[in-house]
Structure formats: C-alpha cells, structure tokens
C-alpha cells in the first residue's frame, strides 16, 4: 500500500467489481517476486537512497559507498557464475536491478555500469581465464570499471568507432590508440573519476605472417586506466570529466583517450575472435556482420534492464499524481460546500488513467522481455532465432517505456500542480535523472528502425518461400483488400450498422478479438505498405537506395511504434489470463481496453483513411473511453496500490496523507463555522441594494439580516 492507504472519497456501489490489491500485487511482481520483494527492502533502506541537496562529488562518493555496500551485502551477483558467487540467474538478476531506480536513479545506473555492462563484458565476451582472473575484481568493485564503447563522433553507429587496437606480434602486445579527438570515449560512467579499468571497444587491426593488416572490426579489451593507490591515469591515458548532467549526477560520467596504449594480447576477450602470437586472427563466426551482431546481443541486459526501471519510475509518478488527485480538491463542482476531488474531473481522469493502463500494459510486456532474455542468456532456449527475437524484442519494449516514462513523470507533475514542482515530491528529480533513458543503451529512434528492419527481413522470408505467381497472387490480394476497404460501399454498410446502435458499436470495439484484429491490421498493413515503397531499393544504386530509405524512415519508425503497441496489449491480455479473482479481472479488462483503444484513437486517422473504421464508428471510440475512465475511477487508488510499493519507496510528502490531513481539517473547520452560525454571508447571497443600505446602519440594526442563514438568503 502507498503511504495513503485511505480509498477514494467515493466508494464503489455494491454491485460493481472491486479490486484484490494483495493477489494484484502477487500477479504485477510475476515469477521474480521474491527477488523483487528483497530488493524493495533495499530500496527502502535509507542507506541506499538518494539526498536530495548534495553537491556532485558528495553523490558522487555516496553512490560508490553504496555499491560497495551492495556487493558486500546486497545479492545483486545472482547473474554470473555459480563458481564464482553468483547464481547463473539472468532474469533474477535484472528484476532485482530495475528496483534500484526507486531508491536512486544515479545508484542504479552505476550498479547497470559496474555489473551490467563492465563485468557482464567480461562475462559474455571473454573466456575462463578472464573470468578467473578479472571477474572477482569486477563483481566485488574492488576494480570499479568503465564501458568504454561510446565515442564523441560515434553512439549509435558503433561500428564506425575511431579507437585502433593495432596488434604487434614482436612483443604480442597491442596498441591502444586514438587517432582524433571525435574518437575520445565519452560519457562514461565511472571515467570521470572512479574507474580504475575498462572494457574499451576498438577497431581489432593484425597481420598475418607475410599478409597486410586487417581491420576485423569493432572487438572488446581488457584496459587498465588508473593507478588504484593514487587515482592517477596510467602512462599514456587522459581524460575529463563530463561536469554537471541535467540528471544522474551520482555518477561520474567522463572522456577517454588512449596515446599508444600498450596492453598484452591475452587482454583481448576473445569468446568471439581471438588473436594468435603470430598476429593470426581466427573466429568461430565467418561472417564479420554476424559476428558483430552477435558480440553486441550479449550485452542487450542494459535495454532490458532500462525497459524495467522505467516502467518502475511509471508506477512512482501515477502513485504520486493518484493519491494527489484522489485527496486534494478544488472547486465546488455541484455542491454549495464541498470541493471536489480533482480526479473526479474527467479531464483529470484522461490525462492520468491512459498512463495508468499503458504502465500496466508495460508491466506485463515487461515479463515477456525477461522471460525471453533468460531463456537465451540461461541456455535453456538459446538459438539464434531466439536471440534475434531477445534483441527486436527489447529494442521494442526500450524505446516505449522510457519514452512513457518521460510522458507519465510529467504529466503527473503537471497534474500536482504547484506541489509537483517542489523537489520534495520527486517528480522532477526523477523526470531529470530519467530524460538520458532515451537516448542512451541504443537510441530510441535508431532502436525502433532496427525492429522496422527486423519485421521487413521476416516479411521478405515469407516472400522468399513463394513462387512469382504467388507473390502476384499476394500484391493482388492487398490491392483488393486496400480497394475494398476504401470503398464507399464497405463504409456505407459498416455506418448502416453503427446507425442507431451506439450500445452495439461499443460492444464491438470492447470485443479482444476486434481490438486484437485491429491492431494486428495496422501493423501488417505497414509492413506490407513500406516493403512494397522500398523494393527498389534492392536494384537501385547505393546512394539511391539510401535517399529511398530516408524517405521513408518515419515510415519504419512508426511501423515498430505499431508493433510494440501490439506487443504491449497481447502481453496485457495475457496478464489478464493469469489472474483468478473475477472482480480483479473485470477491472484489468477494462483497464486493457483503455489502453488498446487509446492506441486506436491515438491513430483513427490511419484507420479512417485506410478504411478500418467508418466515421461512425470512429466517433464511437472516444464515447466508449469517456465510459471506461467513468468505469475505472473509482478503482485508481487500487490499481497504484497494487504496484505494492510503501511509504518508503515513495517518499513524496503529497502521497503521504498530509493533503488529506490539510483537506480534511480545512472542511472541518467550514462545517463548524456553518453549523455554529458565525459564517459570513456571500456577498453574491445578498442583493446589491441591502449591501448599500445596511453600510450605513448601525451594527444593531443589520444584525437580524446578517443572522439569517446562507442558504435561506435569496440569490
């Protein structure tokens, strides 16, 4: 329960269902909830949170504290080696990571640096003896690292990285250099002070005996970066510190350069490609795009992780904005004494209870990504359909909850007005610290056009399998479906049906199945619509495939944005699936309706231009959500309570009761002045005329005008 454990001013009538909090809680922490429930005990820990007012090196050095605190006292191992303390559980280990962004944002992302990124490289990219050797170290922080992949010139296209690893078989060494300042590792957490090695990313440069030098592409090393006694940087290593962030000043984000940096050949981890003494260089993967591909899929835990703590940040803020709008009022609406509560408003109920139903629908998508990313990373389901199926995945589900968290943290700031400024309340602490999830782990933007790409190869599989008269066959059929469902006649017989039968038109747009057929259509007719727009590409010269490809990359952006909407309502439903209390059932409809048809209101342009929904119909959409917020209102405080986060996780003075306390002595104090008689009269009770005669007569003489109660005082 949240720190206001008070229901909602009105209560649902008798024959409505009502909400099992506590089975709702067990059904929202899933399959990880013991882990989660542990590390919420973390999260609560004062020891572990954030102090708002301190100054950067003062974060700083609080944060580093409480990493080592955690890996001295926390199980936040669960992900490596049993042999090495840790558990070899990949699902549990992120679920319990994605809780720390309730305790601090900066902490959970330097715990996502040290472990998830700098000891899940050496993890995945290296071999035993790297985990012998270097791991410890790493898992315990005595050698907090850096991620070093990201440069000035190069974030998203990491392929193109500057930094050259240059191997010399005379010392079999190789030599770590930057050769311009765009090539400079940038923003890394933990390089602007900390971090005392890396996994650097470089281009992997050798030559065979008697053969030129051969770039092989973007490999991972072992770099050692400062002297640990002193904190000074390693002969031939400098950097600068990033200085003051719009967020996540916990950290301490830095710059990298490297001038000829020797390290030994035995520092490249080489899982994927290795080295010999002779500067041979071998991999079990041919293909040097797979073998990229492939090198970074085993470090897509940071997008999964990010997906989680951002839904997380999603169910802080609604707890926050719910509990507010549920306790603090405003205007007297249709009573003569009593304000309402805000989230009596229905525009209040709009700009809040989406977000609640996407946050929900994200909860459950959510699941779907750490079953999936434990599968493969457990080796119970790892093949290489199924990592490609991990990675579109949680380039999906990335994108769409961080960018919801973004919405819903300032939308409920706005939706707390003034109180949702103050610094005590969090929400924009958290909104500062959250505004890098969009843009760092992959950008949204690139990752959503990596799940366009991945959604056109399968549509060109599926092609590859037909013979030419069956693609004919296939391109006709989508001209006559385009056609008929653009025809005045399909509209006109959908409209005769929507005429005169609002009731039934909604019962058709509440139906899963034609909710479900309406999101699958738009999302395949995009694929089939973009693909056909860029199948010249295929012949086309280089530079002209590329122009036809920008032309249409809003397109494919908005093709991944329909895909993981998708994604989001078929994890909802199947949510649904899984809880037994019927009243709890009939609310998580609802709420799942809310959400599948905000994303079809969202889009009734495309629906009505390519001839889904009629007009009529269409209208329908939004008087069919009007009824849900309606349905679902009275139910808002339980389905925040249903996150199962207290007090202590919330800490924002506003949902901790004191409005109610404010609201609740304020109105008693007006009946006690009401009942006792003292109430002065409203000067618009009291015709203008009496105002002015009885200004100039004696107090005994306005006294028996002035005793006459408010409401028998005539308008």
């Known amino acids: 329960m949240t720190a206001s454990t008070a229901r909602p001013a ?21 399959p990880y909830a013991e882990l989660r429930r542990g590390a919420r005990a973390v999260a609560g820990d004062p020891r572990f949170q954030r102090i708002e007012g301190l100054t950067v090196a003062e974060h700083r050095a609080r944060v580093l504290e409480q990493l080592r605190t955690l ?76 991620f070093a992949m990201t440069e000035t010139g190069h974030g998203s296209d990491v392929a193109s990285i500057g930094t050259t690893a240059t191997y010399d078989p ?42 030129p030098a051969v770039n092989h592409g973007v490999h991972a090393f072992y770099v050692p970066l400062r002297d640990p006694a002193t904190g000074e940087f390693l002969p031939g290593i400098g950097g600068e510190d990033d200085g003051l962030k719009g967020g996540l000043n916990g950290i301490d984000n830095g710059r990298l350069h490297f001038d000829h940096v020797r390290v030994p050949r035995t520092n ?79 525009e209040h109920q709009r700009r809040l209870l989406p977000l609640l139903a996407e946050t929900y629908a994200s909860t459950f998508a959510h699941e ?58 969090r929400l924009t602490s958290l909104y500062a610290d959250l505004d890098v999830f969009a843009t760092f ?14 959604l056109l190869t399968d549509y060109g599989r599926e092609f590859a399998k ?40 909604a019962g058709q747009l509440r139906d899963a199945e034609t909710q479900h057929a309406l999101l699958v259509d738009r999302v395949e007719t995009m694929v089939a619509e973009v693909a056909q727009a860029l199948r010249p590409a295929t012949k086309a010269p280089r530079a002209q495939a590329a122009d036809l490809f920008n032309e249409h990359q809003h397109d494919l952006i908005e093709l991944a944005r329909a895909h993981a909407e998708l994604v989001q309502w078929e994890a909802f439903t199947a949510g649904i699936a899984r809880v037994d209390d019927p009243g709890t059932q009939k609310v998580l409809t609802w709420l799942r309706d809310l959400f ?53 996780h919330v800490r924002a003075t506003i949902a901790s009761g004191a409005e109610r306390a404010r609201q609740d002595e304020a109105r008693a104090y007006y009946r006690a002045q009401r009942a006792s008689g003292d109430a002065p009269v409203s000067e618009k009770q009291v015709p203008s005329g009496k105002i002015a005669r009885s200004s100039a007569r004696p107090a005994a003489a306005r006294s028996a005008v002035d005793e006459v109660p408010a409401e028998a005082t005539p308008a």
């Open 10 to 30: 009105h209560a649902t009538p008798g024959h409505e269902p009502t909400v099992d909090v506590d089975a709702l809680t067990a059904a929202m922490l899933g």
């Open 71 to 146: 890996a001295r006292e926390g199980e936040v191992l669960r992900a490596f080696p049993t042999a090495l303390g840790g558990r070899d559980d990949h699902g549990g280990s992120v679920s319990r990571f994605a809780e720390l962004v309730v305790a601090d944002p900066s902490l959970q992302i330097k715990a996502g640096v040290q472990w998830g990124l700098f000891a899940s490289a050496i993890m995945h990219l290296g071999t035993e003896a790297h985990h012998e050797n270097l791991l410890p170290d790493a898992m315990s922080v005595d050698v907090p690292g850096a």
């Open 170 to 211: 005379a010392t079999e060494e190789f030599v770590i250099h930057t050769p311009f300042r765009a090539a400079w590792k940038d923003y890394l957490g933990n390089a602007a002070l900390h971090g005392t090695a890396s996994v650097l990313f470089a281009q992997l440069i050798t030559a065979a005996p008697g053969g």
């Open 268 to 346: 490249l981890l080489n899982r994927y490609g290795d080295v010999a003494p002779d500067g041979t260089y071998s991999s079990p993967i041919s293909s040097p795009g797979r073998r990229f591909f492939t090198m970074l899929g085993t470090l897509v835990q940071g997008r999964v992780s990010l997906d989680g703590a951002a839904v997380n940040a999603c169910k802080l803020a609604l707890i926050i904005a719910v509990t507010y709008g549920n306790e603090r009022r405003q205007f007297t609406g249709g009573s003569d004494t009593d304000e309402m509560v805000l989230l009596d408003y229905g």
């Open 368 to 425: 779907e990504l750490l079953k999936a990313f434990d599968g493969v990373f457990s080796g119970k389901n790892d093949t290489e359909e199924t990592r490609q199926d991990l990675e579109t995945l949680a380039a999906s589900l990335k994108p769409t909850s961080t960018w919801l968290a973004l919405r819903t943290l300032q939308t409920s700031r706005e939706a707390c007005g003034g109180a949702g400024f103050l610094t005590e309340n």
């Open 441 to 454: 782990e992959g950008d949204n933007t690139v990752l959503l056009q990596l799940v366009a790409k991945r």
């Open 466 to 505: 037909i013979d030419a008269g069956g693609v004919a066959r296939y391109v006709a059929g989508q001209a006559a479906s385009a056609a008929l469902h653009r025809t005045p006649l399909l509209r006109a017989v959908q409209t005769v049906a929507d005429v005169g039968d609002a009731r039934r038109s």
């Open 596 to 648: 599948g048809l905000s994303v079809i209101e969202r889009n009734l342009a495309w629906y009505l231009i390519h001839g889904r929904l009629s007009a009529g119909r269409a209208r329908t959409v939004t008087s069919y959500l009007d009824r849900l917020l309606r349905r679902l209102r009275p139910h808002a405080q339980d389905l925040v309570d249903a996150f199962g986060y207290g007090p202590e």
